[in-house]
């Protein structure tokens, strides 16, 4: 039980000055990855705006269709 509070809450006891202390994990889990991981963010990034940006152009190229018609 101690374990699973420590991993999960990240806190513990310091027995040296008799209170509880909360471990800084250094930000969210989202931006410590970003950081660790740069190159595979901006692999990740880029191909969210790749696919963003053909949604769009083919959504246009098909109302340039339907205007043929």
């Known amino acids: ?5 420590d ?3 990240k806190v513990r006891y310091n027995e ?3 209170s509880i202390e909360i ?3 250094g930000g969210v889990a989202l931006f410590r990855f970003l950081k660790k991981y740069k190159f595979l963010s ?3 990034f880029t191909t969210i705006i790749a696919i963003g940006v053909n949604c ?3 959504q246009k190229f098909i109302n340039i269709l339907n205007t043929l018609q």
């Not at 039980?1 to 509070?5: N, S």
């Open 23 to 25: 471990q800084s994990d």
């Open 56 to 58: 769009i152009l083919i």
């Open 1 to 5: 039980m101690e374990y699973a509070k």
């Open 42 to 44: 901006i692999i990740i």
């Open 16 to 18: 040296a000055e008799d």
């Open 7 to 9: 991993k999960f809450f």
